[in-house]
């Protein structure tokens, strides 16, 4: 890292994968500066890879870097590569966070951080063997909406929490005709749905209320095959899905959890015709409730006891009054998006980098969500509930300070 003529701050990016998450970090990295223009932050854009020569391409014409290799080692050696982000395909994870670590590069990595929590936890047990900072790609924990959730639930607005309920339903797979991709491969994509929604959705949760204690699981797969990848040895056949499309699970929270003692239900589903992206959650305590859908990522409903008892179910339109909603429009209710959720990512992994500041999600995060699916695999298999370890070093909300990193 350098000083710059302009005194702002020089961050070296290296980029693994120029898919849709590289070129969305990478927007979320030239956006920072002219939203946190004080934090004298310059991220450049220095050495991209990406197997396909089409994503080198796009990463020095169209993105900015200054070079491109197929080979992400290129990246991880480059002196002028400062921290790197890493956006490849699930089953690359472990051994591109084990190498970046083991080169002394800080890393944002993308979500679930491998195939299952071994994949994860040799990850996260590289990076603290290197010291290295890590940030995952949990962006629902960034919308202001979300954030503001979090301190009603912290400064006592809720009561006591009793229960949860969470569905990420998603239609992005919901047309059988849709190649098999490799997210429906298990050597290459690990678990369905579970590590591609429920992931989140499980960190969401485990942010806002702390850690799982225990969980049972239902998972089903109903499109069961899908027309090999055009180009592939097998275009023109049908092979087989071989994750799960749809699971379900009860969780109950550990002692240590802000909601200790609270229940949930959470259900993630890639092939629900008619959602879109309807990444919902709602949470119920005992002087109150609220609930939040991405597809209304700007909006909060808060129900709270009123006067005279009535109760009901306000709709909180973002403004300046939620956290860093004027970063990015001075015009209350103007929609914030989807890019400016990576934006606010971006800022938290670098300010963890130069040590500043430690509000990013962290490894110990992504082992925290991926233990709890896992878990749930197995489950899904016995009909059994399976108890769960707390993950020291875990960003969630706990009754218990915790001094791990
Ligand atoms: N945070 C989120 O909401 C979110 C959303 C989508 C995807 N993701 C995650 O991001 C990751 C990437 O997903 P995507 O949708 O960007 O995938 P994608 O299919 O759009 O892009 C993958 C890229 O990886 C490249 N690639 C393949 N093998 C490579 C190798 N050996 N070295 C370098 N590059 C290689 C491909 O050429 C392609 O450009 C996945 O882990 C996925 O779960 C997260």
């Known amino acids: 890292m350098t000083d710059s003529p302009t005194s702002a701050r020089s961050i070296g990016i290296g980029l693994v994968s120029v898919g849709w998450m590289g070129r969305l970090h990478s927007r979320a990295y030239s956006n920072l500066p002219i939203v946190y223009p004080e934090l004298g932050i310059a991220p450049r854009l220095v050495h991209a890879a990406d197997t396909a020569e089409a994503g080198r391409d796009f990463a020095r014409d169209v993105l900015g870097y200054e070079r491109a290799s197929a080979d992400y080692r290129a990246v991880l050696a480059d002196p002028e590569v400062d921290v790197v982000s890493i956006c490849a395909p699930n089953f690359l994870h472990a051994e ?144 087989p899905v071989e994750n799960e499309d749809y699971a379900n699970m009860l969780i109950r929270f550990d002692d240590s959890a802000l909601a200790s003692g609270a229940l949930g239900t959470l259900d993630a ?31 909060l409903e808060l129900a709270t006891r009123g006067a005279g008892g009535r109760v009901g179910y306000t709709r909180l339109v973002a403004d300046d009054t939620f956290p860093e909603y004027a970063r990015f429009q001075p015009g209350s209710g103007t929609p914030m998006g989807y890019d400016d959720l990576k934006t606010i990512e971006a800022k938290k992994f670098l300010l963890a980098v130069l040590g500043e500041s430690s509000e990013n999600s962290n490894i110990h995060d992504a082992l925290a969500s991926a233990q709890v699916l896992t878990a749930a695999e197995e489950s899904a298999i016995t009909g059994e509930w399976v108890a769960l370890p707390v993950i020291p070093g875990h960003t969630g909300n706990t009754r218990v300070t915790e001094v791990v990193r």
């Open 96 to 239: 591109i966070g084990i190498a970046a670590a083991q080169a002394g590069k800080p890393f944002w990595i993308e979500k679930p951080v491998g195939r299952s929590a071994v994949d994860t936890a040799a990850v996260r047990d590289a990076a603290i063997a290197a010291g290295v900072a890590t940030s995952i790609g949990f962006n629902y924990r960034q919308p202001p909406a979300i954030q503001l959730a979090r301190q009603l639930i912290l400064d006592g607005s809720l009561g006591t929490i009793t229960n949860v309920r969470g569905r990420f339903f998603g239609g992005f797979n919901a047309d059988p005709e849709a190649p098999l991709a490799w997210r429906f491969i298990r050597e290459l994509g690990g678990s369905g749905v579970l590590g591609d929604l429920m992931g989140h959705l499980v960190d969401l949760v485990q942010f806002l209320l702390g850690p799982i204690g225990s969980v049972t699981a239902t998972t089903g797969t109903y499109i069961t095959e899908r027309p090999a990848l055009p180009g592939s040895p097998d275009a023109g056949r049908k092979l």
């Open 269 to 299: 589903s890639w092939i629900a015709v008619g959602p879109k992206a309807e990444y919902a959650l709602e949470i119920f305590g005992t002087e109150g409730s609220l609930r939040w859908n991405f597809e209304h990522l700007n909006d």
